[in-house]
């Protein structure tokens, strides 16, 4: 069979860069492979992300970097069960908050790489922002010429630990 001419496959868009906050206790899940997918009530949709990790209090570090795969969009019913599936019993939370104040759609991010570094506290945070709240929701590096700034700093330095993660085998 002769090769066609041109790739008709497109390219993947480059990640979005976000900054978000994360419990500890769902961070470490990640290094134990226990969690492979974020849970969230919005999110982005189209494209990878490349999410920077802020630990909630009493950790309270910016301190990571998780690649993610597109959203997956759906209904809170059809996200539960792939928190069900990536861990028994989780099903059961994710779809109560997913579905809190009537809302129709839940967003499941396939994690795919975990990266940590030393990171920087709320103090350091708080010098190099002028001024720093830990992030509500998630917000946009690029709009954000200080928070853009503080990630490519976070990168630039030696990494701790680095993991992939392997989703769980389809329904």
């Known amino acids: 069979m002769d090769e066609p001419l041109f790739d008709v496959t497109a390219p993947e868009p480059d990640p979005v860069p ?55 969009e759906d209904t809170p019913e059809r996200i539960a069960q792939i928190a069900e599936r ?33 990171g920087f506290t709320t103090q350091d945070l708080d010098g190099m922002l002028d001024g720093f709240h830990p992030p509500q929701g998630y917000t946009l590096v690029d709009r954000y010429p200080g928070w853009r700034a503080v990630c490519d700093k976070l990168v630039s330095t030696p990494l701790v630990r680095e993991t992939t993660i392997d989703p769980p085998p389809a329904p």
């Not at 028994?88 to 579905?99: F, H, I």
């Open 18 to 72: 976000v900054v978000m906050a994360l419990d500890a206790q769902w961070y470490e899940l990640m290094w134990t492979g226990e969690k492979t997918h974020e849970f969230r009530r919005r999110f982005l949709t189209g494209a990878p992300t490349q999410w920077f990790v802020y630990l909630t209090a009493p950790t309270s570090r910016l301190c990571a970097v998780i690649d993610l795969a597109p959203a997956i």
């Open 86 to 118: 990536m861990r028994p019993g989780n099903g059961a939370t994710v779809e109560p908050y997913l579905a809190r104040d009537g809302k129709q759609v839940g967003y499941a991010m396939p994690i795919r790489r975990v990266r940590e570094y030393a």
